[in-house]
């Protein structure tokens, strides 16, 4: 059965912290590795990642898959209040596309 | 863009009602469109995989007379909540993937919110 395990499950910061967010997966037929943000809705794209090493970046938020330890991280650097929510790893490993999310972690960032 | 509605956003109604959640796929084909349940504080869950013009593929536990899936264009996909009770209360969510390829990311409808009296 796919698993994908993320942490910290929670996390406080302030307004300009940096933070790492963790994910690790045992996934059969990897495909690929997609960070998602969920505020008060349903959840919103921000990467997908298929290569390892290869860094995506968006702004203030990037990440990077590691096919050998079977992880990816999200940063975000330079944090606002806007940055909290709960970011959901999902990673994809059948032909049916079909993603296996892990527990979210909660992001909450104080002014 | 790759735009996904649901609708309704939020339905509150009396057990034994049945009840259709539509998701469409606004600016792009989804051949195929996934179905989600999030309890609260918990991750998304996956129900059921809907294909255009085929039956949709339930997860294990998921009852198929229960939750009804209809597929019927590359634009539109149901879900039909049977004899809804109390315990079918959740957060329904809808996801379609561009194009036939499963190297594309899932987008999200804004979800329902299912309230069984």
Same mark, same amino acid.
């Given at each position: 059965?796919?698993?994908?395990?993320?942490?910290?499950?929670?996390?406080?910061?302030?307004?300009?912290?940096?933070?790492?967010?963790?994910?690790?997966?045992?996934?059969?037929?990897?495909?690929?590795?997609?960070?998602?943000?969920?505020?008060?809705?349903?959840?919103?794209?921000?990467?997908?990642?298929?290569?390892?090493?290869?860094?995506?970046?968006?702004?203030?938020?990037?990440?990077?898959?590691?096919?050998?330890?079977?992880?990816?991280?999200?940063?975000?650097?330079?944090?606002?209040?806007?940055?909290?929510?709960?970011?959901?790893?999902?990673?994809?490993?059948?032909?049916?596309?079909?993603?296996?999310?892990?527990?979210?972690?909660?992001?909450?960032?104080?002014? | 863009?790759?735009?996904?509605?649901?609708?309704?956003?939020?339905?509150?109604?009396?057990?034994?009602?049945?009840?259709?959640?539509?998701?469409?796929?606004?600016?792009?084909?989804?051949?195929?469109?996934?179905?989600?349940?999030?309890?609260?504080?918990?991750?998304?869950?996956?129900?059921?995989?809907?294909?255009?013009?085929?039956?949709?593929?339930?997860?294990?536990?998921? &009852?198929?007379?229960? /939750?009804? *899936?209809?597929? +019927?264009?590359?634009?539109?996909? $149901? !879900?039909?909540?049977?004899?809804?009770?109390? &315990?079918?209360?959740? /957060?329904? *969510?809808?996801? +379609?993937?561009?194009?036939?390829? $499963? !190297?594309?990311?899932?987008?999200?409808?804004?979800?329902?919110?299912?309230?069984?009296?």
């Amino acid at each position: 059965e796919d698993k994908v395990v993320q942490s910290p499950l929670s996390l406080v910061v302030h307004e300009g912290d940096t933070v790492t967010l963790n994910c690790s997966y045992e996934v059969t037929n990897f495909r690929s590795l997609l960070w998602y943000k969920q505020e008060k809705k349903a959840p919103t794209f921000l990467f997908m990642l298929t290569s390892s090493g290869i860094e995506k970046k968006s702004g203030r938020l990037s990440s990077i898959l590691d096919k050998k330890e079977l992880s990816s991280i999200l940063n975000i650097t330079a944090t606002q209040t806007g940055d909290s929510a709960i970011y959901l790893c999902a990673v994809g490993g059948t032909s049916y596309g079909k993603l296996t999310f892990g527990q979210g972690t909660i992001l909450t960032v104080h002014p | 863009g790759a735009v996904v509605s649901q609708h309704p956003s939020w339905v509150i109604c009396k057990s034994g009602t049945s009840v259709k959640i539509e998701c469409r796929s606004l600016d792009f084909q989804a051949t195929t469109m996934f179905w989600y349940r999030q309890f609260p504080k918990q991750s998304l869950m996956l129900m059921a995989t809907s294909n255009e013009g085929s039956k949709a593929t339930y997860e294990q536990g998921v &009852e198929k007379d229960k /939750f009804l *899936i209809n597929h +019927a264009s590359l634009t539109l996909s $149901t !879900l039909t909540v049977t004899s809804a009770h109390p &315990e079918d209360s959740s /957060f329904y *969510i809808c996801s +379609a993937r561009r194009g036939q390829g $499963t !190297l594309q990311p899932q987008h999200f409808g804004d979800g329902t919110r299912l309230s069984i009296l």
